[in-house]
């Protein structure tokens, strides 16, 4: 599990340093940037919470990767299917919009492997 905690770590820290060099001076609404610091707060906060695994802690990291898996399914395919709504900050679009699907993939198999392992170390 110590290689899903370093994934998750990194994740939550890439979307939430990406978010605020996306967001930095271009004029975003908070409500739009920080629900990238909340996902990315709550999968650092489970990474931590699994140092000590219990089951409500393999609860948690699984809804964080969850949590992730969800937010960046409609960031994702906004931008790939409605790409003219998309503010993409200081960012170039199609850069931004490959970053949000690796994290997009990288929090669905986190979140898949989150659950396989949580049943195997019972």
């Known amino acids: 599990m110590a290689w899903l905690r370093i994934i998750a770590a990194l994740l939550a ?3 939430m340093i990406g978010e605020a060099w996306r967001s930095w001076g271009a004029g975003r609404p908070v409500m739009f940037w920080m629900d990238d610091m909340l ?12 140092g000590r695994p219990s089951r409500a802690r393999h609860a948690f990291f699984a809804a964080a990767w969850g949590v992730n898996a969800g937010m960046l399914y409609g960031s994702f395919f906004g931008k790939v299917f409605a790409p003219e709504t998309t503010n993409a900050g200081n960012f170039d679009l199609g ?21 396989i392992l949580a049943r195997e170390e019972r």
């Open 13 to 15: 820290l890439s979307l």
């Open 39 to 50: 996902m990315g707060a709550m999968l650092l906060a489970g990474a931590w919470l699994m």
């Open 95 to 115: 850069l931004l919009t490959v970053l949000v699907g690796l994290a997009f993939a990288t929090a669905v198999a986190g979140m898949i492997a989150s659950i």
